[in-house]
RNA sequence: GCCCAGGUGGUGGAAUCGGUAGACACGCAGGACUUAAAAUCCUGUGGCUUCACGGCUGUGCGGGUUCAAGUCCCGCCCUGGGUACCA
């Protein structure tokens, strides 16, 4: 029994930890509190490798010290358990994918636990849990119940939102309406304005559509233009679906990454993503101003642009509702619909639920300036004739007649509507030409629809206001929305087609030919602000139309892009600022003097960009402003394997659920695919509705399936109930995982999301431990949500982690073998350069320090090795390696498991982390692992010393050179846990052994305070050391050493005596004696002449404790 | 292109404030114990040079600051990570 036995010992200590719950916290106590989180994993079906412990080890030697240390330690683990590979995998083979899950988690449980690690496994949580994800769904009905108040800075409720439409009205730049409009507003009109505001909203919005994996993708989850996950093509795609408004937030995520104690390289990351530029918007005339009649001749009238008569910022809210009425419309509408369309009356071109400024009208004729209105039953409501009215008035101040039919007219006398509609046609035929006809033109319309027709006028933002003198070219995306206003003349054509091709060109495509130039003139003008010069206006896919306006000012003598662009084009170059030859290269830097630029100019550009600001302020044609990078996150996901977004749809209206009915369980459905016609596949759930007055929801919820994860069908129709369409789209694999340390804390609440008092006394992680790789995705999002439940009052803090550690990758190395090419014969790596070989990855435990296997490699792949023809070099068999990632496809993943069984789980912690720093990338190797074990077996062996190997731990006073190496590694272990050095510490350890074994020290009161230090780091090998020592309670809970600095106290240093920086010998000084008697006996020392050479010393520097540097 | 991190023996890596470069470990070489093996222990180990004492040289490259530079400054090269027409 004196043998260091690692597997008993973990095995027993494993087993004692778990009865006891010794790392069970208390959401109460006395002591101050330590939240260590480890980002949760996603429980993958290959389990876990030697990479993935690596982060986890770490944080747990910080979880075992701090309880050390006195505190009330939170550590918990859970699962990130919904993703794609296990619905994946249940498309594949129809097994569910909570059972599959289900099975990984086992896995990664028995994993964790074989590794020793103190987590409290009572606050498990999944987010698959419908217990978990009731509390997603409920933090998803608080953001679409909210809106970004900007002037208070936070999210406040929607419902005040409302009160204040109802007194006050709004207005902006893109949106405004008055108390008594918003009254008149049918719901449908309300709820799309409020989903303007909301943070969780609906909106049409350019996607990053996945045709292969049938979904769509947020930014962070693409590479390289395919998706992450498997690599498939991603296209963009318009999709009408959610999204949270995390926009709203970009300021304040900006600011708070001020406050973290986080690398600089993920804070970096995060600035570049929220991308924050300060600049201004200027507003630029079209030169030729619109010309509604331009073009009509040559185009269809459909396709031309007079019709768009639309208030341009309120026509995205208004074009959905204008579509549901042409496809709904009343059955009054629909007859009248029938006498007038295709000019069935007097060749006159009627259109329907046409958009005229803010309102939607039923029929509208424009070359009469004629609308037909048919008032139906809700027209006749009070509130209605006075908004009616208001509409009425408003029309006929845009010049247009308003002519209105009731339902009863329509109904009982349609004959007498239509020849009263004939005669008030032919009258306006005689008496007023429509505009057009009378040669008024463009005049007319543009003075008529100055404020509701197309604009003429281009909006740009840009950072440097300052070169606005040196504006060649303006330059708008090919889905700029002025595009077709803009395009004309001869030019019309080849621009819409070049348009055309720019917009529809996937990602992948853009990025290969990021080189290429491309771009086509428009045919149109601005006029220059300040010279009134007329500029071109070109369109160039380097212009993107989700950023800024679309639309850029060209100063190709100060922008590369523009450079080259202009460069490709022979468009002029204007040098503004002084510092660069623009003749020969573009001048980007902010710094020199401004020139040729009139009120600008002799100007630095700092001055100039605010002169220039000012400038375009007093002209009212512009103002300073900041932008954003970062774009508002897609919320729904097409897929099965997640939380289903708690949502129902009452008349094409959205709407949450009760919160009583939470949570909204996942249905069963047949298959996990897309329907044939591509709906998302909880729509192939039966009875996929939900009835908000019905009490009970048994709809979902019934209690044995809710265990199990499941949702159940139900005919609520049977049940006489009113029920709506729920939606089908569920959350993306972040939702989960942007809350969850929350649930740590209180993981059992029924209630709450998490309880105020386990809140307040955890308050937010001290350290949390993970990958970089989640710098722009989870770590964004996470900060997101955790400022969004601060302004609702759920949480005290606006920062979810005050310290991030990013542990680096394990890599693996992979082994491979060379096939000369068209046979079967496989050679040594030396020989290989005589034969055309290919690669061929083999599994890296046939292989040791490269020699391969080959009766393994034989037995491993019969089929393919067993007849195989081998050459071996110098009577060796030898393979080459790779450094890459670790994964089954190279068959180079090591186990944990495999590790543990051989050195056990101490060496695997000790030696993951002797490896080199935390946050360092570094190949796994078993070399050196060995040292580890030889490591802990001297460690053992000090306390078995003498002839049988018996354990002995005499209390007899140690010496002063024990107590000093014994302080010595107290001071550096604990610095070195502070600073996450975890590697010097473990070294540290290995310098203590050697030298209490050169002292053959077996002294209580020394060894009993080191296994404290190493018990973080190996703590099974401690407990049981610990234990023998005699004590009954865990070495959990000792007291840390105290480091007590008097051991240390030296009296005499060995100086290194340097000449002119070169270290010739030593001295042997007292420590307090006087630096200049220093200097005086090293300058007699007999060896100082024989380096002196003869000549004088110029300068003796003494540094006490330090060293002597004589200057000859 | 831009941003960030880094470049030290055969290998992983140390050197926290500018003060003896290479701690600790692996590997390698030699030795002890053993019939032998395993385990363990001891010695050596940056390069060049010397029988040796010693000397020269050395932290990606080129300069600089300093009594003294792996460490600070300037310019460049290379590797890894992030990001990509963000105006």
Known sequence: MSQYDHKKIEEDWQKEWANNQTFKAENTSKKPKYYVLDMFPYPSGAGLHVGHPLGYIASDIVARYKRNKGFNVLHPMGYDAFGLPAEQYAIQTGQHPAITTEENIKRYKEQFDRIGFSFDWSREIRTSDPNYYKWTQWIFIQLFNSWYNPQTDKAESISELVSTFEKQGYQSEELQFTSAEWMGFDEKRKSDILLQFRLAFLSETMVNWCPALGSVLANDEIKDGVSERGGYPVERKLMYQWSLRISAYAERLLQGLNTLDWTESIKESQRNWIGKSEGCSIVFEVASPLTPLQGRGELDADSSFNYQTANKKLYPVLVDFAKLHRSEPTKEEEKVWELIRNRKIQDTKFRRQHIIDQFIADFVCLELNLIIEIDGLIHSLEDNLISDEARTIKLNELGFEVVRFTNDEVNNDIETVISNLENIISEKKSSSPSPWEKGLGDEAIS?????????????????????????????????????????????????????????????????????????????????????????????????????????????????????????????????????????????????????????????????????AIKAVEEKKIGKGKTNYRLRDAVFGRQRYWGEPIPVYYENGIPKTFDEKDLPLVLPEIDKYLPTETGEPPLSRAKNWSYSPNLNKIQGFSSPSLLEKGLGVEANREQMGEVSYPIETTTMPGWAGSSWYFLRYMDAQNENRLVSKEAVDYWQNIDLYVGGSEHATGHLLYFRFWTKFLHDIGVVPFDEPAKKLVNQGMIQGISSIIHRVNNTNKFVSVGLKNNFETSSVYIDINLVKNNEVDIEGLKKWRPSEFENAEFEFENGLFLASAEIGKMSKRWHNVVNPDDVCNEYGADTLRL???????????????????????????????????????????????????????????????????????????????????????????????????????????????????????????????????????????????NYPISFNGKVRFNLLFALDKDLKEIENEVLANEQTLKYLEGKPAKKVIVVKGKIVNVVV
């Open 911 to 1053: 030696y993951e982390m002797f490896l080199g720093p935390l946050q360092d990338a570094k190949p796994w190797s078993t070399q050196g692992i060995e040292g580890v074990l030889r490591f802990l077996r001297k460690l053992w062996r000090l306390f078995h010393q003498g002839e049988n190997e018996s354990f002995l731990l005499p209390d007899t006073e140690p010496t002063k050179a024990e107590l000093k190496i014994l302080h010595k590694t107290i001071k550096k272990a604990t610095e070195d846990i502070e600073n996450f050095s975890f590697n010097t510490s473990v070294s540290a350890f290995m310098v203590c052994v050697n030298e209490l074994q050169d002292l053959k020290c077996n002294k209580k009161q020394i060894l009993e305070p080191l296994i404290v230090l190493l018990s973080p780091y190996a703590p099974h090998i401690c407990e049981e050391l610990w234990l023998k020592a005699g004590h009954n309670e865990s070495i959990v809970y000792a007291n840390w050493p105290q480091f007590n600095p008097e051991f240390l106290v030296e009296n005499e240093f």
């Open 447 to 611: 003075s008529r629809f100055d404020v509701v027709g197309a604009k003429n006028s281009l909006e740009v933002f840009t950072t440097r206001p300052d070169t606005i003198f040196g504006v060649s070219y303006m330059a708008i995306a090919p889905e700029h929305e002025m595009l077709n206003d803009l395009c004309v003349g001869e030019f019309r054509d080849a621009a819409l087609q070049y348009a055309e091709k720019a917009k529809n060109r996937s990602e992948r495509e853009r990025q290969a030919e990021v080189k290429n130039i491309t771009g086509a003139f428009t045919g149109s003008y601005v006029n220059h602000p300040f010279t009134g010069k007329k500029i071109p206006i070109w369109i160039a896919d380097y212009v993107l139309g989700g950023y800024g306006t679309g639309a850029v000012m060209a100063v190709p003598a100060h922008d590369a892009r523009d450079y080259s662009f202009a460069k490709h084009f022979g468009l002029p170059i204007l040098e503004v600022v002084q510092g660069g030859d623009v003749s020969i290269e573009v001048y980007e830097a902010k710094q020199g003097k401004i020139i040729n630029s009139d009120f600008l100019n002799g100007l630095e550009v700092k001055e100039a960009i605010k002169a």
